[in-house]
């Protein structure tokens, strides 16, 4: 069978099943099974594929038609600069989180050798991300997620920054290791009731845990907060990614615990999306 037809097949089955991205997810993952580029797939649609890969290729695309998430299906997705490898362990990265990068950048543009903590790190994708651009700056990530600190193990080994990096499988409220410069952290603020109207590739297959936010939606972030304030140095931030209607009741937070607030950034559908804010008071 020609590469052409089966990825039109693939096309017309996930369209079927409400795919948003049929084409883009046929060809991506024709891409995978066969080890070729998504360009090769397109400029050679008429080789043949063996019956093999072929088997492999509907394989995928069944469980694509389910709804699995084609980041899990083919174990990666592209961030900021890299390709990270992710599994059903960890919450796939999402452009809007590239946000904390942006800002680190540039508010550590003229600062050499920061020592920052990324609470919650997941695949590693944010942390992994700055260490890459940063060669100056050292890094210890804190997840309560054993299963995401051997993922974010294999992403900081292929990026080839572990002697920069120190992972650690705690809950927040039991560490204590260490003052820093900066901490940031992406964690779960979806509440609780508002789980069920997720898309069903999120709610199905993506790690609760990392999403759930407790009833309120800010559980996490509190915790986060609360033991910030312990953990950094005075006059060291905090970024914090939160949801688009979080932005009062975080402010509060922050400020109950002796931070100021620098900023907050809007994301690319100019929703309310990252806290800046700056230790000030014990």
């Known amino acids: ?10 096309y017309q089955r996930l369209k079927n099943n409400n795919i948003k991205s049929a084409l883009l997810d046929s060809e ?4 995978n099974v066969i080890k070729k580029s998504r360009d090769y797939i397109i400029l050679n649609t008429n080789k043949n594929i063996d019956k093999q890969n072929y088997y492999n290729f509907q394989k995928m695309v069944t469980q694509r038609s389910q709804g699995k998430p084609i980041a899990y299906l083919m174990n990666e997705k592209f961030f900021w600069k890299h390709k990270f490898f992710v599994n059903k362990d960890v919450l796939i990265p999402r452009p809007d989180t590239e946000i904390i990068i942006e800002q680190v950048l540039k508010i550590y543009k003229n600062k050499n050798k920061i020592n920052f903590l990324d609470i919650g790190f997941g695949s590693g994708c944010i942390i992994l991300s700055i260490l890459k651009e940063r060669k100056d700056f050292m890094a210890s990530g ?7 600190l051997k993922v974010c193990k294999i992403n900081a ?5 572990k002697n920069r990096l120190k992972l650690f499988n705690s809950d927040i409220d039991k560490f204590s290791l260490g003052k820093y410069d900066l901490i940031i952290s992406n964690p779960p603020y979806i509440k609780n009731i ?5 898309e069903n590739d999120v709610i199905n297959y993506e790690p609760k845990r990392a999403l759930n936010g407790g009833l309120d939606g800010v559980s996490e972030i509190r915790k986060i907060i609360i033991k910030s304030s312990e953990l950094i140095k005075n006059g060291g931030k905090l970024i914090l990614e939160i949801a688009y209607d979080q932005k009062r009741e975080v402010k509060q937070l922050l400020i109950r615990n002796g931070f100021y607030i620098n900023s907050v950034v809007k994301d690319l559908a100019n929703n309310d999306r990252c806290i800046i804010s700056t230790k000030i008071k014990e």
Do not use: P
């Open 1 to 10: 069978m020609k590469l052409q037809t089966a990825i039109q097949n693939a």
């Open 28 to 31: 991506l993952l024709m891409a």
């Open 142 to 148: 804190v997840d309560i997620s054993n299963k995401a």
């Open 157 to 161: 080994s292929r990026l080839g920054i």
């Open 194 to 198: 508002s789980l069920k109207y997720l």
